[in-house]
């Protein structure tokens, strides 16, 4: 028996203030010496947390058992876009036409400290025509997201090496706020930063 694996578990579950400013995630070595038992106690208090955290996505995904891979697929239809993308990066791979699907939903949705940040990301990582045209929906038309859109048109154009780049800042804010000649302009001037580098992304 290994109950005291799950007792860890448990206890690794006790999030205090500085585990959450760490990014400090559940004991996941305790679920490697889960048994039978404990592997269904475990989904019991996992499968319901599914949506809260990426540590309980983490830790499903761990598990592995058909109920907390169940979990995590249900989890890539949540509402809410930063949990959707969230549970995008555990369980089963998603293909390209899975990141296409969410990440379209998710660029008009998420906002900064609110899925922006894992919007970026996620597009940076999966490419795609969809992808690309979701991004670029934000930059031209008037969107809190518009200049971290256009970043994002950037890196994935290889215009700029990271996000810590401010080369084009000057552009970006110019993004911000109601449709003018002056935004305008700056559409234009992302448009012909990013049109070589995004040409494989974009519709004849």
């Known amino acids: 028996m290994s109950g005291g694996a799950l007792q860890r578990f448990r206890q690794s579950m006790d999030i205090d203030y500085e585990k959450w400013h760490d990014g400090v995630g559940y004991d996941l070595e305790a679920i490697d010496a889960f048994d039978d038992r404990d592997r269904r106690e475990a989904e019991k208090l996992l499968v319901p ?3 809260q955290d990426w540590r309980d996505l983490e830790a ?8 907390a891979v169940d979990a995590i697929l249900k989890t890539r239809k949540h509402k809410n876009p930063e949990t959707r993308l969230r549970a ?3 369980g089963p791979p998603p293909t390209q036409a899975e990141w296409d699907a969410v990440l379209t939903y998710a660029w008009p949705h998420v906002e900064p400290y609110s899925g922006l940040t894992l919007a970026k990301r996620c597009s940076m990582e999966h490419p795609s025509q969809a992808v690309v045209a979701a991004v670029w929906k934000q930059v031209r038309e008037p969107s809190v997201n518009a200049y971290h859109a256009a970043e994002t048109l950037c890196l994935i154009a290889g215009i700029i090496p990271h996000e810590y ?6 552009i970006y804010l110019r993004l911000n706020g109601p449709r003018t000649d002056d935004r305008d302009l700056a559409v234009a001037q992302v448009e012909a930063l990013c049109r070589d580098g995004l040409a494989r992304y974009v519709r004849g």
């Open 49 to 51: 947390r599914a949506a």
């Open 60 to 67: 499903l995904d761990r598990l592995g058992t058909p109920r």
């Open 165 to 170: 780049d401010f080369t084009y800042r000057e």
């Open 88 to 90: 995008h990066d555990y």
